[in-house]
């Protein structure tokens, strides 16, 4: 087991055991404490996406509340997401500075970089699971309409090889392994085009700037309800409800294509129990209200709440399940 299997694994059990303790008294540590004056709500996205919307709906929906008087959202883009995960070393563990990432930059970005900048396991404490999602490809106009399918998309590629290109939100993250696989599962090199976030991807998808985007399958729904791009799969499962005419990978032949993401909420490591709790108990009753649930979904996102402990569980599982993908792809960051 490597470093993070093992060491990580303590870790995470020991501080699920320790908040488990405290489990009966959510609620009164919730209340615990005057409200802080104000809580940064760090995402490594730029505005527009899916994470900076997650963080301003749930800094709307605790800012006033005996959590906090106010919260702001600060958006760190680069590194792929690297450089918010990072500011949570050596941060306030007093609850006013938290985390939201997506999973691949803890569950995958520890099995690519020999020298990644944080411990994944360590350099964060889990608060609470925010939602989850599927993932979407689609093609813009830089695509002939007769393109359709993920087969005849391959197919097209293998024609173009000059135009064999995607973008994704972040190299080393789920969208960008979910292209390296369809074109593995067509027998073609599909080229990787990684942008800072989902937003300027899907910018450059709808000018004709690139041939394909994978990404959340949020980020697409209303330029494709416009008609100015074009579904071709989703990762989950089962149909997204937020694309519900759009067949799966599995669906299309692509039996082990099926991945969906989560967004979690994070303190810096060492965070104390009880504020972990607070800030657990601040963050679920946010993610509970309509406004939020109802504005999450217009960008594809299904609101869901966790203990730190499901969290913890949600995170280790997930990174144990990466680790064999990535080895089997062969991408590290210096590739």
Not at 38 to 61: K, Y
Request: hydrophobic share 40%.
């Amino acid at each position: 087991m490597s470093k993070y299997g093992r060491r990580g694994f303590v870790r995470a059990s020991g501080t699920a055991a320790a908040l488990a303790t405290f489990g009966s008294f959510i609620g009164r540590a919730t209340a615990q404490g005057a409200p802080l004056d104000n809580v940064r709500l760090i995402t490594g996205f730029p505005p527009g996406g899916t994470s900076d919307t997650l963080c301003r709906r749930i800094a709307e929906g605790i800012k006033g509340t005996s959590y906090t008087k106010a919260a702001i959202v600060e958006n760190k883009p680069g590194a792929g997401g690297q450089i918010a995960v990072q500011l949570m070393k050596g941060a306030a563990t007093d609850g006013s500075v938290l985390l939201q990432t997506p999973a691949s930059m803890l569950m995958i970005y520890p099995h690519i970089y020999k020298k990644l900048a944080y411990d994944a396991f360590t350099d964060v404490t889990a608060v609470t699971l925010a939602c989850t999602f599927d993932f979407g490809f689609c093609v813009g106009p830089a695509v002939p309409d007769n393109v359709k399918t993920v087969a005849e998309f391959l197919a097209w590629c293998k024609a173009n090889p000059d135009k064999a290109n995607y973008g994704s939100p972040a190299a080393g993250s789920v969208p960008h392994f979910i292209g390296v696989l369809l074109g593995q599962a067509g027998g073609i090199e599909l080229k990787h085009v990684p942008y800072r976030g989902s937003a300027p991807a899907v910018q450059d998808l709808v000018a004709g700037q690139i041939q394909a985007v994978s990404a959340p399958v949020g980020e697409f729904t209303q330029q494709a309800n416009a008609g100015k791009i074009r579904f071709l799969g989703v990762s989950g499962a089962t149909r997204s409800r937020f694309a519900p005419n759009v067949p799966t990978f599995a669906e299309q032949g692509y039996k082990d294509l099926v991945f969906s993401e989560w967004f979690g909420f994070f303190a810096p490591g060492g965070t104390p129990a009880p504020v972990v709790l607070r800030a657990n108990g601040a963050l679920r009753a946010a993610l509970a209200r309509p406004d939020v649930i109802e504005g999450l979904a217009v960008m594809g996102l299904e609101a869901k709440s966790s203990t730190p402990q499901e969290l913890a569980s949600l995170l280790k599982s997930s990174y144990d399940r990466w680790g064999p993908i990535v080895k089997k792809i062969g991408f590290t960051a210096d590739s």
